[in-house]
């Protein structure tokens, strides 16, 4: 507020002045109060605004620690599961093979078995050799072989693939 300060003045205006100067300092004490009660405030509300950030902080680097460690612990059942699958695939091919060297043995064997077949009498003298060589024991550790590649060697056409 401002204060008047005439040439001519009274006791009136010397009288209102000293009052207005009076009022001015109480104004001014009352807004020097609010102002430091508003600085103790803002003071106040930045320490614990620092302190929420602070906070904040800790709680994001906790978070980054775990997930950190769930990181770590999910890469290394992934190794382990492609291990296995490695394992299983290598297992696999092992036994595709396998599967198709016995599909072809017995389709093979199903073409012996054929041509025996076409050739029942051929297959019932071979067998009667066989079984004639046999001990009434063990049939099959008495088997002799011998007489059943003398038997193909004497007739080769029986045991032509059809």
Known sequence: MASSSGSGGSAVSAAAGGSSSAAEEE???LMEQ???KRMLSNRESARRSRMRKQRHLD?????????????AHVATALGLTTQGLLAVDAENAVLRTQAAELAARLASLNDILSCI?????????????AAATATATDPLLAFD???FDDLFRSSPEMFQLC
């Open 27 to 29: 104004l001014r004490a």
């Open 34 to 36: 609010r102002r430091a």
């Open 59 to 71: 709680d994001l680097t906790a978070q980054v620690a775990h997930l950190r460690r769930e990181n």
């Open 117 to 129: 077949n076409t050739n029942g009498a051929a297959a019932a003298a071979a067998l009667s050799v």
């Open 145 to 147: 072989s011998a007489a």
